[in-house]
């Protein structure tokens, strides 16, 4: 991979009023005056000018709650850019390894004053790190050789082309309910992320280099020491695990069928309040689902201000792994809502991740010896008629399968390996909506 060997510094602030979006504003050109000797700037898609500090100064001035202004701004040792949109800023800074060494007490103090006061979210990190984990048009990944990107996990984006599926790296920036979540160097998170995941998980994060509270609320974590060694493997490791512990990929994916990877942490969303269950091994360290014997459960409502946590030993029932139950059908089920259209496979990974991990369980509970365990697949209609049933038959080489059904609004099979059995059933999504998720189901 041909590195730049730069650092990337991303800030969202919303400021209260005119005159402080200005302030940040002209706070900012003497940020990047300091570090640099601009050269020239552009303003939205004007022509490009030699630097003049007080036509920038001008345009600050004339901006009103209803502006949406671009300003970009070159120098020999770096770009910097802002994106103001009323009373908000989204700040972009790209600057040489050279500038970093020399003033990053600065820089750091500078964005943890700014986020403190005005921040939404933000990061530094190597833009490096930030390139390998976000561009997916194979022509942009310019950086990389052939070879490397024959190994790059892949998928269709909308116009059917081929694009690598960032979705499944550590450092990959998605979006949800206008907040980012991602992984990387340094981060930091405004109240607004407590709304979606408690502080509390956070703070008890593992395995990061720092965790520090700020003024306002403001929570700053950093995971190693070196941005510039993101590629160093206990690195990828820290990162890869910061991700998972939080639950980012939980929340959102933009690949139609999700990380295939076990959680480490689930959400429940009940009007105003979040639930999560954390799950830990014996010495307390996060583990996947099926292996955790210790379970964190957190309950927060951040508009009452009200906040519980439990921390339990035991084992998983039927009911962690198939939440809705009939009793007197005798049957409990769980579902999943794929859409394979992205995927080069058809669904083919994600069919086989998601069954194996609803079949290939250890529980103790009576229920499951006697009730019909059912595992739903909501797909769009089209995907119903050609389900890849044979390459998935050969998948799961290991398992019994029978009773295979096919009618027109389903399509279901029961698998059976050792002691554990399981029917999976394939739907199209608008049943969804219109059964509301009841158990008792004639087809099934």
Same mark, same amino acid.
């Given at each position: 991979?041909?590195?730049?060997?730069?650092?990337?510094?991303?800030?969202?602030?919303?400021?209260?009023?005119?005159?402080?979006?200005?302030?940040?504003?002209?706070?900012?050109? =003497?940020?990047?005056?300091?570090?640099?000797?601009?050269? $020239?700037?552009?303003?939205?898609?004007?022509?490009?000018?030699? @630097?003049?500090?007080?036509?920038?100064? %001008?345009?600050?001035? #004339?901006?009103?709650? %209803?502006?949406?202004?671009?300003?970009?701004?070159?120098?020999?040792?770096? %770009?910097? #850019?802002?994106?103001?949109?009323?009373?908000?800023?989204?700040?972009?800074?790209?600057?040489?390894?050279?500038?970093?060494?020399?003033?990053?007490?600065?820089?750091?103090?500078? *964005?943890?004053?700014?986020?403190? +006061?005005?921040?939404?979210?933000?990061?530094?990190?190597?833009?490096? &790190?930030?390139?390998?984990?976000?561009?997916?048009?194979?022509?942009?990944?310019?950086?990389? =050789?052939?070879?490397?990107?024959?190994?790059?996990?892949?998928?269709?984006?909308?116009?059917?082309?081929? /694009?690598?599926?960032?979705?499944?790296? =550590?450092?990959?920036?998605?979006?949800?309910?206008?907040? *980012?979540?991602? =992984? *990387?160097?340094?981060?930091?998170?405004?109240?607004?992320?407590?709304? $979606?995941?408690?502080?509390?998980?956070?703070?008890?994060?593992? #395995?990061?280099?720092? $965790?520090? &509270?700020?003024?306002?609320?403001?929570?700053?974590?950093?995971?190693?020491?070196?941005?510039?060694?993101?590629?160093?493997?206990?690195?990828? +490791?820290?990162? *890869?695990?910061?991700?998972?512990?939080?639950?980012?990929?939980?929340?959102?994916?933009?690949?139609?069928?999700? /990380?295939?990877?076990?959680?480490?942490?689930?959400?429940?969303? $009940?009007?105003?309040?979040?639930?999560?269950? #954390?799950?830990?091994?014996?010495?307390?360290?996060?583990?996947?689902?099926?292996?955790?014997?210790? @379970?964190?459960?957190?309950?927060?409502?951040?508009?009452?201000?009200?906040?519980?946590?439990?921390?339990? !030993?035991?084992?998983?029932?039927?009911?962690?792994?198939?939440?809705?139950?009939?009793?007197?059908?005798?049957?409990?089920?769980?579902?999943?809502?794929?859409?394979?259209?992205?995927?080069?496979?058809?669904?083919?990974?994600?069919?086989?991740?998601?069954?194996?991990?609803?079949?290939?369980?250890?529980?103790?509970?009576? !229920?499951?010896?006697?009730?019909?365990?059912?595992? !739903?697949?909501?797909?769009?209609?089209?995907?119903?008629?050609?389900?890849?049933?044979?390459?998935?038959?050969?998948?799961?080489?290991?398992?019994?399968?029978?009773?295979?059904?096919? &009618?027109?609004?389903?399509?279901?099979?029961?698998?059976?390996?050792?002691?554990?059995?399981?029917?999976?059933? @394939?739907?199209?999504?608008?049943?969804?909506?219109?059964?509301?998720?009841?158990?008792?189901? %004639? &087809?099934?």
């Amino acid at each position: 991979m041909r590195k730049t060997e730069k650092i990337y510094m991303l800030s969202h602030l919303s400021s209260n009023s005119k005159d402080e979006l200005t302030e940040l504003l002209k706070d900012w050109v =003497s940020f990047v005056r300091i570090l640099t000797d601009p050269e $020239i700037f552009r303003i939205n898609d004007g022509e490009t000018e030699a @630097f003049n500090l007080f036509r920038i100064k %001008e345009a600050f001035e #004339q901006l009103t709650s %209803e502006s949406n202004l671009w300003l970009k701004i070159q120098a020999a040792g770096g %770009e910097f #850019q802002v994106h103001i949109s009323g009373l908000t800023i989204v700040e972009r800074n790209i600057f040489d390894a050279s500038i970093f060494s020399a003033y990053h007490k600065m820089v750091e103090n500078y *964005c943890d004053l700014r986020m403190e +006061k005005n921040g939404t979210y933000g990061y530094i990190r190597s833009l490096d &790190e930030y390139l390998y984990n976000n561009v997916e048009r194979l022509d942009k990944r310019d950086f990389q =050789s052939q070879d490397e990107l024959e190994k790059l996990p892949k998928r269709y984006n909308y116009n059917k082309e081929i /694009v690598v599926d960032c979705n499944l790296f =550590s450092g990959y920036d998605i979006y949800y309910k206008g907040l *980012c979540m991602t =992984s *990387c160097w340094k981060m930091y998170y405004s109240n607004l992320y407590f709304q $979606i995941i408690p502080r509390q998980i956070f703070l008890e994060v593992q #395995q990061v280099q720092t $965790i520090e &509270e700020l003024q306002n609320d403001m929570v700053k974590i950093s995971l190693y020491l070196d941005p510039f060694k993101w590629e160093a493997e206990v690195n990828q +490791k820290y990162q *890869c695990f910061f991700r998972e512990q939080i639950g980012f990929d939980q929340l959102v994916w933009t690949n139609g069928v999700g /990380v295939l990877r076990p959680p480490l942490i689930e959400f429940a969303f $009940i009007d105003q309040a979040v639930q999560t269950v #954390q799950y830990q091994n014996d010495q307390l360290q996060p583990v996947e689902k099926k292996k955790a014997t210790y @379970f964190v459960t957190r309950s927060s409502d951040y508009i009452r201000k009200e906040y519980s946590e439990n921390r339990t !030993r035991g084992i998983l029932n039927v009911q962690a792994y198939f939440p809705w139950i009939d009793h007197e059908g005798k049957k409990m089920m769980n579902y999943r809502v794929l859409n394979p259209e992205l995927t080069l496979d058809e669904g083919l990974s994600a069919y086989e991740f998601y069954i194996r991990q609803y079949l290939e369980i250890d529980i103790m509970d009576e !229920r499951y010896e006697s009730y019909i365990a059912v595992l !739903r697949f909501y797909l769009p209609d089209q995907f119903l008629k050609e389900l890849p049933l044979e390459p998935l038959y050969e998948k799961l080489y290991d398992v019994t399968i029978s009773n295979l059904n096919q &009618e027109k609004e389903v399509t279901y099979f029961d698998l059976d390996k050792a002691k554990n059995h399981l029917r999976v059933a @394939f739907l199209s999504n608008t049943q969804l909506e219109a059964k509301n998720l009841k158990m008792a189901v %004639e &087809e099934e």
